[in-house]
């Protein structure tokens, strides 16, 4: 299983980037998926995650700003950020939550991250 993300770059502070995430390999389902993200210097934190049932949690400095949605047939996970900050600068990685075949107890992949660079 390879997770692929991309949709990372260079954007000024107030504007918007989408990230996508393209799950593919052995794959019967796909349970969670999230995004994370590693600030310089600081440990990788939990961004926003969906379930299989769309329903989402939001790490509170991105509330109202970010927004995650997947679509379960392309087995794809999105990031849309709104009205980014400089603090929003990191490497965004995609995680999705895999059962390679029925009856498998489910593994975390993650995406190799793309980098976001929020300019002040």
């Known amino acids: 299983v390879q997770l692929q993300a991309s949709g990372g770059g260079l954007v000024q502070a107030g504007g918007s980037l989408r990230l996508s995430c393209a799950a593919s390999g052995s794959i019967f389902s796909i349970n969670n998926m999230a995004w994370e993200r590693q600030r310089p210097g600081a440990e990788r934190e939990m961004v926003a995650s969906?379930?299989?049932?769309?329903?989402?949690q939001y790490w509170n400095p991105v509330k109202g700003r970010f927004t995650i949605s997947r679509n379960n047939e392309k087995k794809m996970v999105y990031l849309q950020m709104n009205s980014l900050k400089p603090d929003d600068t990191a490497v965004y990685y995609c995680?999705?939550?895999?059962?390679?075949?029925?009856?498998?107890?489910?593994?975390?992949?993650w995406g190799q991250g793309t980098l976001v660079t929020v300019s002040s």
């Open positions: 995680n999705a939550e895999v059962v390679e075949q029925r009856g498998l107890l489910p593994i975390n992949y």
């Open positions: 969906i379930t299989s049932g769309g329903i989402t």
